[in-house]
């Protein structure tokens, strides 16, 4: 189930959203009393509520608007007991001062807005102690990790409990948290108005991620990137999963570098049976796999990842993908000399432009490399046996195709461009790694040149 949080300043417009979310079938709404700027009249927003209903008032110090006192505060929230608020949201350290009347369900809930505490067992324990009916904890996310954490707290707690991080690197758990056993997760009722950091919205929840059709059985795909933001796999995976009609969820992973190696030992206990991989993690994750491809053999570079049989497989889908629009757009059949003689530059040295000179290569193409170290440029030319090009000379370089392999020009930096405007010749044919945003600086400098 999801539950959605209604955060607005007047009576009249938490209600306008509340029967909207009626209406929208939803089974649950969490109604935010801090962010209400006038006393409260908690009879007139629970009078013909559509849905059940937590009342829920938050301090700043949990992420909250409440600018009274605290013993106003008490009171409200023994009021919405009084007066039938289906649950009651209960902070850990007043839930002890507010006892249980009637049939007002109570949510114990703990938020920690800095990091995910190492000792969530003891927290869960102290909180099992005040006679919830739900254990509710939100921890902000430093690592990959802390998603495993409290999700692996969710499967084996012996009270309903829900427990998710926030921040962008949280997002994961807040999916997941209902295959490992919780009763609901908590989503915007837009995505412009979260009330908690990496908050989804309602329609991306449903639409997206397809939460309330994961199941304990749905399997676990994903993207593995730092930063995850900008991608659109997701997206696109999600939509083709649900044509498929695949128990599956695609979803973003934010993984730092120096956190790939735990990541990935920690997936078979997640269910997560592949990943997309992407910057900066394509070379580094060779040592953390068990079977090699020959295109990620020949680029030391993988951008899929399929675990089974408890082996974890790389793959290299990007080589043939790349290989076959160049090849589409010049009109040419596949062989083995396909492109002999034909020049390319390549901008960039990292794991894309390795894939894309070495499947180029293997069809006899002319190679040349380039990029702001000239050093890297010139190892990896070394490398693949080709040629590696001066940086401050690439906007006068002769060539039949330009590539962009570099980050640069990708979302939010979207105004820069690794090749000026004015220096694209006529007729090259440009070529951009990049789809985030579609319509690159470089393409559109491009396409005014007559490219």
Excluded at 394 to 417: K, W, Y
Excluded at 441 to 446: D, E, R, S
């Amino acid at each position: 189930m999801i539950c959605v949080s209604v955060g607005r300043g007047r009576h009249r417009m938490m209600l306008a959203e509340l029967q909207h979310l009626g209406e929208l079938g939803v089974g649950l709404a969490e109604l935010r009393l801090d962010f209400i700027r006038r006393p409260v009249n908690l009879q007139r927003l629970l009078e013909g509520r559509p849905c059940p209903v937590i009342a829920t008032c938050r301090r700043p110090t949990e992420g909250g608007k409440w600018m009274r006192s605290e013993q106003d505060r008490l009171t409200l929230l023994r009021t919405a007991i009084a007066d039938k608020a289906d649950y009651v949201d209960l902070e850990h350290d007043i839930a002890g001062s507010i006892p249980r009347f009637g049939a007002t369900k109570r949510i114990v809930s703990y938020h920690n807005f800095n990091e995910t505490p190492e000792n969530l067992d003891d927290i869960w324990l102290g909180m099992s102690r005040l006679d919830p009916d739900v254990i509710k904890i939100a921890t902000f996310a430093n690592s990959p990790l802390d998603n495993l954490r409290v999700l692996r707290l969710i499967k084996r707690a012996k009270l309903p409990t829900i427990a998710f991080c926030m921040g962008e690197m949280g997002i994961v758990s807040r999916v997941l948290c209902g295959k490992f056993g919780a009763p609901w997760t908590y989503a915007s009722v837009h995505e412009e108005r979260e009330v908690a950091p990496g908050q989804l919205s309602l329609q991306s929840m449903r639409d997206e991620f397809r939460y309330e059709q994961i199941g304990r059985d749905t399997g676990i795909l994903g993207v593995i990137a730092d930063p995850v933001a900008h991608s659109l796999s997701p997206r696109v995976h999600n939509a083709c999963i649900r044509k498929a009609e695949l128990d599956l969820i695609y979803l973003p992973f934010r993984v730092p570098a120096e956190q790939l190696d735990d990541f990935m030992q920690a997936c078979p206990e997640v269910d997560i049976r592949g990943l997309s991989v992407s910057l900066p993690h394509k070379e580094r994750i060779l040592r953390n796999l068990n079977v090699l491809d020959d295109n990620v053999v020949g680029v030391r570079a993988c951008n899929t990842v399929v675990f089974r049989n408890q082996n974890a497989y790389g793959y290299n889908t990007d080589l043939e993908a790349a290989i076959g629009v160049l090849l589409d757009a010049l009109g040419v059949e596949d062989s083995r000399n396909a492109l002999h003689g034909r020049r390319f530059l390549i901008l960039g040295a990292g794991g894309t432009a390795r894939t894309i000179a070495w499947g180029l290569l293997r069809r006899e193409a002319n190679v040349f490399i380039t990029a702001r170290d000239f050093r890297k440029a010139e190892l990896l030319a070394n490398q693949l046996k080709c040629k590696a090009a001066d940086w401050a000379v690439r906007q006068n370089f002769p060539c039949e195709v330009l590539i962009n392999a570099t980050p640069c020009g990708m979302h939010p930096n979207m105004d820069e461009s690794p090749f000026d405007d004015g220096w694209f010749t006529a007729g090259t044919l440009v070529f951009d790694v990049i789809y985030n945003p579609e319509q690159t600086m470089f393409i559109k400098f491009a396409r005014k040149a007559g490219c």
